[in-house]
């Protein structure tokens, strides 16, 4: 058990979730268990769930036009992200980038009030439903009544006589088996002067009145015990409360019998629960029950501040989109770990190990993982490195068309120790020796045949009767074809021997015979 009350099993990782099925041998410490499951959930919601939203599909796993796709890693947070890709900016659907926007929103709202001096409290607004209720009607029920709460006369004088200078709206939803979906709003208020507990309790009474009031006159019903819980929480509790949101603060907090008791958020599953459970059981039920909660939700803000707060507290307003445009930016506090290829990103992406990937370049940059760990992950994904001056590694696939012949000398295989555990056969040949002379016989093929070409052009300069330019033409189109079979011969022997050595690799990775050296940096 961790200190923040999550379960944690004997390997270090968190127990229960359906990401914890990738086993890549390797301890990661708590923090990074997060960062892999955001990406986990990520390829969950946009691979399974929502394949159509092409803005989601992108999200992080397309480079920007003409850019690299680096990884850097932050002095000040002591993690490595990846830099130049596209961002899809959803607040409900996306577990990086909604995290990333309400963690944002959350420190800059912890700095305006670091200092102030008055009370900050948050309440939660919830209006009665049913289970066979869809998820729009209950939400429109307690929008049209929170709605109709927030702008009367009465409302505003409460604020006055409690000093409420401003508050911070935030939807949150989850969903349970009994009650069905559960919408609710939780609000930050913030007053100039300091409340006692008997001033917080009596305007909890009264608010308590006026939504009970509001709820019916919209149609609806709000209980008058439980529809408006008030409490006076520590100011930085209250504060990352409101502004919670994301994997942190849900799939890796949770287990089933902590959902069902939690009254506050209707004993129910949070959205990325709901996905997380969808992976892990392959139930339709949580499909469909998350697409639905995004259907009602996209397209809407998860955080709003009342008018003039910003300015009260000399905040400086941004929208998601100046906020998302600093993601991945902090040149002063960042260096440059690693380059990656395109083809080498593309391959990460399609094995679903972004998060793992950038894990094992956290813990290498860390110095809590051994380089043999870091080469033998890599080159399970069909990866090798090469290593610049300054100490950056540039990433490529094992099956990058570079037009060079690779040989097993350049990956730090033991090939005695690789012959311990196989038996060489034709099919896969530990040196490639036969492979890499056809290949290189062939090569030898499409160069000379491409000097005939060259000759047969010149010849046709210094002919001038129509059956000598037939025969050259003749001779032009058996020797053109000719070069076409060759270079086709030529592709199939190259991948052959691109996969035969990628299979050493890999089986050379799996059984430990990957030399333990330190990356050379040099």
């Known amino acids: 058990m961790t200190d923040n009350g999550h379960q944690v099993g004997e390997s270090g990782q968190v127990e229960g979730l359906s990401w914890n099925n990738y086993d890549i041998h390797v301890h990661f410490e708590h923090d990074q268990d997060r960062r892999r499951a955001k990406y986990h959930l990520q390829d969950v919601i946009t691979g399974k769930i929502l394949p159509a939203d092409s803005r989601l599909a992108l999200c992080l796993k397309r480079r920007r036009t003409g850019l690299n796709v680096n990884v850097v890693y932050s002095n000040k947070s002591k993690q490595s992200h990846y830099k130049n890709l596209w961002l899809?900016?959803?607040?409900?659907?996306?577990?990086?980038?909604?995290?990333?926007?309400?963690?944002?929103?959350?420190?800059?709202?912890s700095s305006a009030l670091a200092d102030w001096k008055g009370s900050v409290f948050m309440g939660v607004f919830t209006v009665q439903h049913k289970r066979a209720d869809s998820l729009a009607e209950v939400k429109g029920r307690l929008y049209d009544a929170y709605g109709h709460f927030a702008s009367g006369r009465r409302w505003k004088k409460i604020r006055e006589s409690y000093s409420i200078i401003g508050n911070v709206v935030a939807n949150e939803v989850t969903w349970s088996e009994d009650n069905g979906w559960h919408p609710h709003r939780h609000v930050l208020y913030i007053s100039e002067r300091v409340l006692s507990d008997q001033e917080i309790g009596q305007f909890e009474a009264e608010i308590k009145e006026l939504f009970y009031k509001s709820a019916k006159a919209k149609g609806g019903y709000s209980s008058m015990e439980v529809g408006v819980k008030v409490?006076?929480?520590?100011?930085?509790?209250?504060?990352?409360?409101?502004?919670?949101?994301?994997?942190?603060?849900?799939v890796l907090s949770w287990n089933s019998k902590q959902a069902n008791r939690d009254e506050e958020h209707g004993g129910g599953y949070g959205p990325f629960e709901l996905a997380d459970l969808y992976a892990s059981t392959g139930d339709q039920k949580y499909r469909m029950l998350f697409r639905e909660y995004y259907e009602v939700y996209k397209g809407r803000d998860r955080t709003t501040s009342s008018k003039g707060l910003e300015d009260r507290l000399n905040m400086e307003h941004e929208t998601d989109a100046e906020i998302m445009s600093t993601f991945g930016k902090d040149e002063q506090d960042e260096r440059l770990a690693g380059v990656l290829s395109w083809d080498a990103f593309k391959l990460i992406g399609q094995k679903h190990r972004r998060g793992e990937f950038l894990e094992i370049m956290t813990a290498f940059i860390r110095q809590t993982i051994k380089t043999a760990d870091v080469i033998n992950f890599l080159l399970e994904l069909g990866m090798r490195v090469s290593n610049y001056d300054d100490g950056v590694v540039m990433i490529k696939s094992l099956l990058e068309r570079d037009d060079a012949?690779?040989?097993?000398?350049?990956?730090?295989?033991?090939v005695g120790q690789l012959l311990e555990h196989i038996q060489a056969d034709d099919r896969m040949r530990l040196t490639g020796d036969d492979l890499q002379g056809q290949v290189k016989n062939l090569v030898e093929a499409v160069e000379y045949n491409a000097q005939v070409i060259d000759a047969i052009l010149d010849l046709q300069a210094s002919y001038t009767s129509r059956g000598d330019l037939q025969t050259l033409s003749e001779w032009s189109k058996e020797a053109r074809d000719h070069e076409r079979w060759l270079e086709h011969k030529f592709d199939i022997l190259k991948e052959r021997h691109h996969n035969y050595l990628a299979e050493c690799i890999m089986l050379g990775a799996m059984v430990g015979a990957v030399q333990d050296r330190k990356l050379d940096r040099t």
Not at 88 to 105: D, F, L, M, T, V
Not at 231 to 250: H, M, P
């Open 231 to 250: 409490t006076a929480r520590d100011k930085d509790e209250a504060i990352g409360y409101c502004y919670k949101w994301g994997v942190e603060y849900e």
């Open 405 to 414: 012949i690779h040989g097993i000398g350049e990956f730090d295989i033991d």
């Open 88 to 109: 899809c900016e959803s607040s409900w659907a996306c577990p990086i980038c909604s995290g990333y926007k309400e963690g944002k929103r959350r420190k800059k709202m």
